[in-house]
């Protein structure tokens, strides 16, 4: 009976620690969001599923149904673990399928000492993602999420959402 509850503490903890909820920032043309990144079941890869959902101002010209939604990152398996990000620090930068990962830098961020700053650049040059991450945070460890777009539309073309881990 003690061997089931201790297992089934440690199941709880592990899938506790693969969830992370973040409350998107009021921006020009959106009131809030919330965002849950959600480690995917994956021995090879380290896959993230992030699912979004964010509320625009009423006169953006924008469908909300296009606001809602979820999007998948795929990682090397080694970005499970801070491991990752020393190796990023060390190279630079780092082409993976779909992006070029950029360290940018090692300092503080609030009262987290040492978190690494990096950049995801998706091929499809859409969008930049500058990412927050220290060890001590749950899931993927991540404090902020910053995506900035890329768009031929004037209004579009450099705004950015930024997330917040609650």
């Known amino acids: 009976m003690k061997l ?5 503490f440690i199941a709880s903890s592990v899938l506790a620690q693969s ?5 998107v920032l009021a921006g020009k043309l959106h ?9 995917l079941p994956e021995t090879a890869k380290f896959k993230v599923q992030m699912d979004y959902d964010v509320k625009k101002k009423d006169w953006v010209p924008v469908p909300s149904k296009l606001l809602k939604g979820k999007t998948v990152m795929e990682f090397p398996d080694e970005f499970k673990t ?8 060390n190279q630079k930068s780092l082409a993976i399928p779909k992006a070029i990962l950029k360290f940018v830098k090692k300092a503080d961020f609030g009262n987290l000492k040492n978190a690494y700053f990096i950049q995801v650049l998706p091929t499809n040059k859409k969008t930049k993602i500058d990412i927050v991450y220290h060890p001590s945070l749950p899931s993927v460890g991540w404090e902020k999420v910053q995506i900035t777009f890329i768009s031929k539309i004037p209004l579009l073309n450099g705004y950015q959402l930024i997330a917040k881990i609650k």
């Open 4 to 8: 089931m509850l201790i297992f089934l």
């Open 82 to 89: 801070e491991a990752g990000y020393q190796n990023l620090e």
């Open 19 to 23: 969830d992370a909820n973040y409350n």
């Open 31 to 39: 009131k809030s969001g919330k965002v849950r990144v959600h480690i």
